[in-house]
C-alpha cells in the first residue's frame, strides 16, 4: 500500500496530503455512523504519533471540531519534530486549539504534546470535557511499526488497551491498524490495544485479517481514499481477502438455466465412514445435495450401509463397499469405486470418518488418488492416511486439500509450531501443486501458484465435531459442479468456503455458538446464498 501511494502520487499527481485529508474523512464518517449519526457534543481524545498515521489523527481531529465535538489532541512527540503532510495537519491544529476566541456555540478543541515518558505519566487529563471521553481515536503507529512497543509508546498503548477491554467504556476507533502490531503479518510482538473498530485505508494490511492480530482489530472498515484501481491491481500481491463479490461471480457463473438438469449439474462422489464414525459420511453427503449438485453418492463400507441410509436425506444415493474386519473401508474397493467414477462422476471427495488405522484402508486412499479421473477433496482420514504428503498434484486433476492445523503438521511431518503459516502453507501448495484448504480462526485458500485468498466469513461456533464434514461436502458439490461446466476449481473453492462461513454466522445469530451444530449449519446454506445474491441486486 505504500507503493500504491506513492504511484498516486507520481503518476496521477494526487497530492498526498489530499489522500490524508481523505483517510480522516472516512474515519470520521465511520465515527460518526457509530455514535448514532452524529458526534455533536462528543467528546473525543485523539492520540497521535509523528507520522504520517498522527497526521491522519491531526486532520480527524479538526473535521470531527467542525462537526461539533469537544476534541483534545494529544501528540506523542513535539509539533516541531514532525515532518511533511503530518506537520502541516499539526500546524492547522495549533493555530486552531491556540486561538482565544470562538463563536459562542463552537466546540472545544485542544493540543497537548508530550516529549517523556515522565510527562505522559503526568498527563493526567484524560479529556479536556470530562475523565471519560465518548471516543478515543488510536493514530500513534500506523503501518510502518517494525518492532514492539516501548517508554512512552508502550506505555501509551497499555492506556488505549485498558478503555478498549471495557464493555461499556468509551468507542476505540484504530486508524490504518491499532498501534503495537506490524501490519506485514499476523504476529503480536509485545503491546496493542484492542480496537472496537479499525479503519484501514484502500486495502486491508496482513495484521487486519491475520489472527492473532486481527483480534485486536475488532470490526474492520475498509475506506476508499482515492487510491485509483487500476494502481492497486498493477502492485503485485500474493495475499487476497475473499469477498462476497466471489461467491457472487460463482453463483452467477453456475446458475440455473432452463434446460438445466441432473447430468449437467455435476455428480458427487463422497467416499466416506467405517463403522464407529457413520454419522460423518451422512453430515458429507447431507451438505453436498445442499449445494446445488445434480447428484450425490455416498460409497462407505457395506456393514455402514444401512445406518447411512436411515439417516441421511433420501435423495442421496448410498453404495456400499468392501471393508476390513474393524467395519472400514478396504484396498479391495478399488474396482468397485472404479464402477462408480465411470458413472459421469464429476468429483471425489475421500476421508470423512474413514478411520486410518489400517494399512489397507490407507493403501486404498493412495490409490484412489493416484488413479484418479477427476479433481479429488481429501479430508479427515484421507489426509491422515497420506501424511507425510508427497504427491503432486495437476491443473487438470486438481488436488483440494482440507486439513485443520494439527492435520497440516502431519502433512508437513513436523511436530513443532508453525511461526508462519502463510508462508507454511504457500510454500506446501507450490511444492505439491494443489489447492490448500487450511481450516482455522481464518481459513486460507492457497493456489498451487501460491496465491493465498483469507476468509473473513464464520465464527468459533464452527469448531465443533462435523463442522469439517460438512465444509468437504459443500466443496465437493460445488467442485462437481463447476468441473460439470469447466470453470476454475480455485475460484470454486473459494466461494464454498466463503459460502460455509456465512452459514456458520446465520447459525450463530439463529442459535448461538455454544448450542449451534453442525447440521444447523447446513440448514443455514439456503439463508447465505440468498444474502450474497440480495446483496448483488
Not at 474523512?25 to 504519533?49: M, N, P
Not at 449445494?291 to 444415493?317: L, Y
Amino acid at each position: 500500500m505504500r507503493e500504491v501511494d506513492r504511484l498516486t502520487t507520481e503518476e496521477y499527481g494526487f497530492p498526498s496530503l489530499l489522500l490524508m485529508e481523505n483517510a480522516a474523512q472516512a474515519a470520521s464518517r465511520v465515527i460518526c455512523e457509530r455514535l448514532g449519526g452524529s458526534v455533536q457534543g462528543s467528546s473525543i481524545l485523539v492520540l497521535c504519533g509523528k507520522g504520517n498515521n498522527g497526521g491522519d489523527g491531526a486532520a480527524l481531529a479538526r473535521i470531527l471540531w467542525t462537526q461539533g465535538a469537544n476534541v483534545e489532541v494529544c501528540l506523542i512527540g513535539l509539533v516541531s519534530a514532525t515532518k511533511g503532510d503530518a506537520r502541516t495537519n499539526f500546524e492547522i491544529l495549533r493555530k486552531i486549539a491556540d486561538r482565544e476566541t470562538f463563536e459562542i456555540d463552537q466546540a472545544d478543541i485542544a493540543l497537548e504534546e508530550i516529549s517523556s515518558l515522565e510527562e505522559w505519566m503526568e498527563y493526567d487529563s484524560v479529556n479536556f470535557q470530562s475523565d471519560d471521553p465518548d471516543v478515543i481515536v488510536d493514530a500513534v503507529f500506523g503501518t510502518g511499526l517494525t518492532h514492539a512497543l516501548d517508554g512512552v509508546y508502550a506505555e501509551v498503548a497499555a492506556f488505549i488497551h485498558s478503555y478498549g477491554v471495557e464493555p461499556d467504556g468509551p468507542l476505540v476507533v484504530a486508524l490504518d491498524i491499532p498501534s503495537g502490531l506490524c501490519a506485514d503479518h499476523g504476529n503480536v510482538d509485545g503491546i496493542a490495544p484492542c480496537a472496537d473498530v479499525t479503519v484501514t485505508f484502500s486495502a486491508p494490511k496482513p495484521a487486519n485479517i491475520l489472527p492473532p492480530a486481527s483480534r485486536y482489530n475488532g470490526d474492520l472498515a475498509v475506506a476508499e481514499i482515492g487510491s485509483p484501481c487500476e494502481l492497486v491491481n498493477r502492485v503485485h500481491s500474493q495475499l487476497y481477502l475473499a469477498t462476497k463479490e466471489d461467491a457472487q461471480k460463482w453463483l452467477a457463473a453456475t446458475e440455473f438455466t432452463p434446460d438445466s438438469y441432473k447430468f449437467r449439474r455435476g455428480h458427487a462422489l463422497l467416499i466416506a465412514g467405517s463403522a464407529d464414525y457413520s454419522g460423518a459420511a451422512v453430515l458429507c453427503g447431507d451438505a453436498a445435495i445442499r449445494s446445488g449438485a445434480g447428484m450425490v453418492t455416498i460409497a462407505c463400507p457395506e456393514s455402514s450401509r444401512a445406518s447411512i441410509i436411515a439417516r441421511v436425506k433420501p435423495e442421496v444415493m448410498v453404495r456400499g463397499l468392501a471393508e476390513t474386519e474393524k467395519g472400514a473401508i478396504s484396498e479391495h474397493a478399488l474396482d468397485e469405486v472404479a464402477g462408480f467414477v465411470e458413472r459421469k462422476i464429476s468429483a471425489v471427495a475421500i476421508g470423512s470418518g474413514m478411520s486410518h488405522d489400517e494399512e489397507t484402508t490407507r493403501n486404498f486412499v493412495h490409490k484412489v488418488v493416484e488413479t484418479r479421473t477427476t479433481p479429488v477433496v481429501i479430508d479427515a482420514d484421507g489426509l491422515n492416511a497420506l501424511a507425510p504428503f508427497d504427491m503432486i498434484g495437476s491443473s487438470e486433476l486438481p488436488l483440494i486439500l482440507t486439513p485443520h492445523i494439527g492435520e497440516f503438521k502431519r502433512l508437513l511431518g513436523v511436530e513443532e509450531d508453525i511461526a508462519d503459516t502463510v508462508a507454511a502453507a504457500r510454500e506446501f501448495a507450490q511444492l505439491h501443486k494443489v489447492i490448500l484448504v487450511l481450516k482455522g480462526e481464518r481459513p486460507m485458500v492457497v493456489e498451487p501458484s501460491g496465491c493465498v485468498v483469507v476468509n473473513p466469513t464464520g465464527n468459533s461456533g464452527l469448531g465443533k465435531a462435523g463442522n469439517g464434514d460438512t465444509l468437504t461436502g459443500l466443496i465437493a458439490g460445488f467442485v462437481a459442479q463447476a468441473a460439470a461446466i469447466q470453470i476454475g476449481i480455485f475460484e470454486t473453492v473459494v466461494a464454498a468456503v466463503y459460502i460455509a462461513g456465512l452459514a456458520g454466522d446465520i447459525a450463530e445469530e439463529r442459535y448461538g455458538k455454544r448450542v449451534m451444530t453442525a447440521s444447523d449449519v447446513r440448514e443455514c446454506f439456503h439463508d447465505a446464498l440468498v444474502a450474497v445474491m440480495e446483496e448483488s441486486s
